[in-house]
């Protein structure tokens, strides 16, 4: 064996004296675990010794990671708190191995790059993880924080990629950069915050064909792309979602000669991709919220940009508030796009203010496909006003398809309700557009559209060369300025009947069996009970019991409507979006809403909207009303607040019914913000006080009538956030919370103690300009958030029944614009 072994090595060294390379057998080094002991950035004396050390003897963040690329058996960083500031010239961290760094918190841990990337993950390294940091400052061309590349499985988990900047004129991914050739890398984002980064294209992340990028409870906020393609994530690959939002990004601030969009998320592929190439892109739940593009530019998709062959699902998603010059919400060209569930609404665009459907996909007989079931478009809007192109050939102005433009596609609406649109020219509700040569349909199965507005012709519909055809639906109570209100087809535009629909304008041409004529008799657009906002059919709707059976029970409606409700829910499914309502629910000791304004409140005793149940007038006008349970007896009444001198004065009433005070007590300062609840559990609200203390909100409670007794005093929360309170686990004791602007956001942070301390938990509910409320909406014992918004003269709540991320549970219209939201309990008898 030895004389084998001699000969062995005399051959290995006679092939190397003639410049032939002999492999070497390798040696699994097993390295770490490291535990980081200095913030400095040094590299390792000695990489691959298993020993973290820079010259100075430190462990530094570079050393360990040095170690552990030098390492194939995988290796564990601790990196404890702390500001580890790159140096400049030294470049990224380079990772070729498999490692996983595990920093103290991302309010603690932050690693910031400077002329630089921050991570370079090679892929030789197959698995890499990296959880409480946050990333920020990286300056690299391709991935700006973090580059990952083709084969690496990444995790990044309870971290922020935050101010990061991918430079340079091809730059892309200011976050994060994810590559794929030949290789799919497999990226998992779970409970991370990618904000306020920068890029040509990928302003927050880049996720190219054909890795696979997961995003799971995170949040995409306030990134940007100077080019055309995506403020927060561009994805050629696939995408999934789940419980994320994306909110506040911006493509195009750098952009002069236009381009496709996605000022949210770029899902697709190039115009002329190859043969079978195909992203994908799934999101359920979350929201895609005031995302945009600039108006004076030929851009698409405020929130959503799905390009050639892709193909996306939406299940249960909020898109509100974003723009671009085409689809505000969603842009689908030559692709495949799915909306379940969800809400399209508070859009705006030139054309097609909710929803863009556009142009061919090879292979599919009608061109681009874009289905919407168990949906809600409402108060979108096309504009005309600013508007700087004509660019339809067949002379149509900016302002068409308030809701949803259809361009040489099929488009689907199925137990969805269209409503409450603006079209600033044509096609209040929906616009269906044929032109060169090629093909548009439009069906609807158990549609609504009603209340939808355009300034020229066809508040509801409007054909152009292209044909609508119509089973178990509602047009109708639309309104246009200058034309038909429901429906204006131009000649060569056919609206074909498949029978049991309902509209107030004749040019709908609804004559086949079971289709009637006058107004559906709908009740507001709101949520009735659960799923997404629509208008149920009210006591003598004709939509009642007027449906066809056999097509409630198909494809695509598949016996439900738009809730989620079996259909037919008596003998014979209704007409329309929703099966209609029989009886409301009485109202029990549940959260409802007040209103004031001037000290005269409003009450009403629902979650239904509209006018109030009862009003009463208590104070003056500039008091600080309250809503407090100062007797016990299990309802909330009204107490208001007023400076006097140096001190407070409370007054209240047991009762919200007009007269004079039944109780009243001095207790706080003139400055402090007061506030009533039940600290200690006992059933009785007693009041309460916040005060800023040095840039911190110092809380004080008192458990007795009037503010006798000893005092509670805590801390929580910054001076500048806007205080809450609530029984946020349902113990039935009130304790603090806070709330704050997240960029577009709004950020609910909360405790279940009356003490001082970090958050307990924090969700996003909401944006930045919205009034806050809290209420036990369904009656379940515990506390969860509300907004209220101005919606034209009225005001719109939102409420949601858990204190996670998430769409509403609810939504109704009630108070006026100027109205402070309240919250009340009672017997639901005349407001008391």
Not at 92 to 121: E, K, P, Y
Not at 247 to 269: E, H, K, L, M, S
Not at 627 to 639: H, K, L, T
Not at 746 to 758: D, H, V
Request: glycine share 18%; with cysteine.
């Amino acid at each position: 064996m030895r004389a084998r072994t001699a000969r062995l090595v005399a051959l290995a060294a006679a092939l190397t004296s003639i410049g032939v390379v002999v492999p070497q057998a390798s040696t699994v080094l097993a390295a770490g675990p490291f535990t980081v002991n200095s913030t400095a950035d040094a590299a390792d004396v000695a990489p691959g010794n298993n020993v973290c050390a820079a010259a100075n003897g430190a462990c530094t963040l570079r050393a360990a990671v040095q170690e552990a690329s030098s390492s194939t058996a995988g290796t564990t960083i601790t990196l404890p708190a702390g500001n580890y500031v790159l140096n400049s010239g030294a470049g990224a961290l380079l990772v070729l191995q498999n490692m996983t760094l595990n920093g103290a918190g991302s309010g603690s841990t932050v690693i910031t790059g400077v002329g630089a990337g921050v991570f370079d993950i090679r892929g030789s390294a197959s698995s890499v993880s990296i959880s409480g940091v946050k990333v920020t400052g990286g300056a690299g061309v391709i991935g700006g924080g973090i580059f990952v590349d083709q084969g690496v499985t990444f995790r990044l988990t309870d971290s922020i990629l935050d101010g990061n900047n991918a430079s340079g004129g091809a730059s892309q991914g200011g976050g994060m950069y994810i590559y794929g050739a030949s290789r799919a890398a497999n990226v998992t984002l779970t409970r991370v915050t990618v904000s306020n980064n920068r890029a040509v294209q990928g302003g927050g992340i880049v996720n190219s064909d054909p890795s696979n990028l997961t995003i799971v409870d995170s949040n995409i906020i306030n990134n940007a792309a100077a080019g055309p393609y995506a403020g927060g994530i561009r994805s050629n690959g696939t995408l999934t979602m789940t419980n994320s939002n994306v909110i506040g990004n911006y493509a195009g601030f750098g952009n002069t000669a236009g381009g496709p969009g996605g000022g949210g998320i770029y899902t697709g592929n190039p115009p002329a991709p190859a043969a079978g190439q195909v992203s994908y892109f799934t999101m359920n739940g979350g929201a895609l919220l005031n995302n945009s593009l600039p108006l004076n530019l030929l851009s698409s998709g405020g929130g959503l940009y799905n390009a050639t062959a892709g193909v996306a699902t939406l299940s249960g998603v909020v898109l509100s508030g974003n723009s671009a010059f085409h689809g505000g919400g969603i842009m689908s060209d030559e692709a495949i796009t799915n909306v379940n569930n969800s809400e399209v609404r508070s859009n705006t665009a030139f054309y097609g203010g909710g929803l863009y459907n556009n142009d061919f996909l090879p292979g599919n007989q009608f061109g681009a496909y874009m289905s919407i079931r168990q949906s809600a478009v409402y108060g979108n809007t096309a504009s005309d006003s600013g508007c700087p192109y004509q660019i339809i050939p067949s002379g149509n102005l900016c302002g068409a398809g308030g809701g949803i433009f259809n361009e040489n596609g099929d488009l689907v609406v199925a137990n969805t309700t269209v409503a409450q649109n603006y079209a600033g020219t044509f096609g209040g509700g929906i616009y269906n557009l044929r032109i060169n040569s090629g093909f548009a349909n439009a069906r609807l199965f158990n549609a609504t559209v009603a209340a939808n507005f355009a300034v020229r012709e066809g508040g509801g519909l409007l054909g152009n060369q292209a044909p609508f055809t119509s089973k178990n639906s509602i047009v109708a109570d639309n309104m246009a300025a200058f034309g038909p209100s429901d429906c204006f087809p131009v000649p060569g535009s056919p609206m074909y009947s498949s029978g049991n629909n309902i509209t107030t304008d004749g040019r709908c041409g609804f004559v086949a069996g079971g289709d009637k004529f006058g107004s559906a008799q709908l009740g507001a657009l709101q949520v009735y009970g659960s799923g997404t906002t629509t208008m149920l059919p009210m006591s003598g709707s004709p939509a009642l019991n007027a449906g066809d059976n056999a097509a409630c029970a198909a494809s695509p409606i598949d016996g439900v409507d738009q809730r989620g409700v079996k259909r037919p829910a008596g003998g014979v499914c209704d007409i329309g979006a929703a099966e209609g309502e029989t009886a409301r629910p009485q109202a029990t000791n549940v959260a409802r809403p007040a209103v004031v304004y001037a000290g005269s409140f409003s009450f009403r005793n629902d979650l239904f909207g509209g006018a109030a149940t009862s009003t009463a007038g208590f104070g003056l006008p500039f008091d600080y009303p309250l809503m407090c349970d100062m007797d016990g007896d299990g309802s909330r009444n009204m107490v208001v607040v007023r400076p006097t001198g140096g001190y407070l004065a409370w007054y209240g009433k047991n009762r919200n019914a007009a007269g004079p005070a039944e109780f009243a007590f001095a207790f706080g300062s003139a400055t402090d913000t007061p506030v009533c609840g039940d600290w200690n559990g006992d059933g009785v609200d007693t009041p309460g006080l916040m005060r800023n203390v040095g840039g911190a909100r110092q809380w004080f409670q008192s458990n007795a009538y009037g503010g006798g007794g000893p005092l509670n005093v805590f801390y929580f929360g910054a001076a500048a956030d806007q205080p809450m309170h609530g029984d946020w686990d349902g113990n039935g004791t009130d304790t603090p919370g806070i709330v704050r602007p997240a960029g577009y956001a709004m950020l609910w942070s909360y405790r279940n103690s009356n003490s001082s301390g970090i958050t307990d938990g924090e969700f996003y509910f909401g944006i930045n300009t919205d009034r806050p409320i809290v209420g036990d909406w369904d009656n379940n014992g515990t506390d969860t958030p509300g907004v209220a918004r101005p919606e034209g003269a009225g005001l719109r709540w939102w409420y949601r029944n858990t204190i996670v991320n998430g769409v509403a549970n609810g939504t109704f219209v009630f108070g006026g614009a100027f109205d402070r939201p309240l919250v009340w309990k009672g017997s639901g008898v005349g407001g008391t």
